[in-house]
């Protein structure tokens, strides 16, 4: 079963081209990196999935359905900046995810939430920069959704915090659903993808398995990445 499908789709802002008559087609059970440089387009398809935004031209669906109410319930979106109310705490936030979302699995957040030994009574303005990210990462993958988008979830943490949420998200999606990771960190997820989507400018130019990439390019899919858009390292 395809989870997500897109056909020739295209979003411009003014004259600015941000997607450009792309095809793609995700399948379930796949975790897959969204990967480019600033400015690609990542985030563009990824709000186009969540019906954030409309396509210019063509059309995306999601388990055959174009983006709408019905899909909201069956897609799970992590922006890449905070979206919970700064006033919650843990307990607050869990009511307002089962308000929601039908799919939303209690059991799952409070035992991930017990794993962090974070204080269900302090409020998210007195948590740490990493704790909230954190948070709101186990409020989004303990819901039972169809499709993952995950923009980018490590970005903000530091590295030994990396593992424990790679290990999240890995550990806490069905068989029959896929994660979509948008990120610039490629040599941290590497491990955990099943395939990866370069885009260049609003076009695709490579999709594939993550084996697949090694051996043809015969190196890392970091290095490979590094390589196909020039990110040398300082």
């Not at 969204?34 to 985030?43: H, R, V």
């Amino acid at each position: 079963m395809n989870v997500m499908e897109c056909s020739n789709l295209s979003k411009y802002y003014g004259s600015v081209s941000a997607l450009d008559s792309i095809d793609l087609t995700v399948e379930s059970g796949k975790i897959i990196g969204l990967l480019g440089p600033n400015g690609s387009g990542k985030t563009t398809l990824i709000k186009l999935a969540c019906r954030m935004l409309v396509p210019s031209e063509g059309k995306i669906t999601i388990c055959g359905m174009e983006p709408s109410p019905e899909t909201k319930s069956i897609v799970s979106y992590l922006p890449d900046r905070n979206f919970l109310p700064e006033w919650m705490n843990c307990t607050d936030l869990i009511y307002l995810y089962e308000d929601f979302y039908r799919d939303f699995d209690t059991q799952r957040a409070v035992e991930m939430i017990r794993q962090l030994n974070i204080d269900h009574k302090m409020p998210m303005k007195k948590m740490s920069k990493g704790t909230k990210e954190k948070l709101q990462l186990i409020m989004t993958m303990s819901r039972r959704a169809k499709l993952y988008l995950l923009d980018e979830p490590i970005a903000g943490v530091d590295p030994a915090a990396r593992d424990y949420i790679l290990n999240t998200i890995i550990s806490n999606y069905d068989e029959d659903a896929s994660i979509i990771i948008s990120t610039h960190l490629i040599a941290d997820v590497e491990s955990v993808l099943d395939e990866a989507i370069f885009l260049k400018e609003g076009h695709i130019i490579l999709h594939d398995t993550v084996d697949a990439i090694r051996e043809q390019s015969g190196k890392s899919l970091d290095k490979h990445f590094r390589e196909v858009f020039r990110c040398w390292e300082n």
